[in-house]
């Protein structure tokens, strides 16, 4: 190992700084605006598809898998495809797309469906909402790449 190189005369050494507080600030803003839009979203799509007492939170578990999916193709596009600006991963993917997404409203349906005497269903509840969620994200990626490779010259 090597010992550090004195620093020049005159000049200031290199020091990282923290990135700063309006910077921070900026994407506390923008996810907290996505997340607020994500939010709503999924609260519409509860008034539009209410879930039957005792039965698949179906509305929860689509919520679930197609924002997951989106999730998928926006990753892709986003590191794969083009630059886009800062604040657009956190305003869509973990503002929007979190908000939009679920998985606290999982784990309360999973309580209410085994408190209320539906365990079979609770349990199939909560295998099949991960193993959905998980393949909804890797066949989206998937197909995307597969999409923009084919439209490469």
Do not use: K
């Not at 630059?83 to 305003?91: E, M």
């Not at 606290?104 to 269903?121: E, F, K, N, P, Q």
């Amino acid at each position: 190992m090597t010992a550090p190189e004195p620093p020049v005369p005159g000049l200031r050494p290199v020091v990282p700084r923290r990135p700063a507080r309006r910077a921070r600030a900026a994407v506390v803003a923008v996810v907290a605006l996505g997340g607020g839009a994500g939010a709503a979203a999924r609260y519409a799509a509860s008034l539009w598809w209410p879930g039957h007492t005792g039965g698949f939170p179906w509305t929860t578990f689509w919520v679930n898998v197609t924002g997951c999916a989106v999730i998928g193709v926006f990753m892709v596009v986003v590191t794969e495809l083009r630059a886009v600006h800062r604040l657009v991963r956190p305003f869509f993917g973990t503002g929007v797309l979190g908000g939009f997404t679920t998985f606290s409203t999982y784990a309360v349906d999973i309580r209410r469906l085994i408190g209320t005497g539906h365990a079979r269903t609770g349990l199939a509840y909560l295998a099949a909402t991960p193993l959905a969620a998980l393949a909804a994200v890797w066949l989206a990626a998937w197909a995307t790449r597969r999409v923009l490779e084919r439209r490469q010259p």
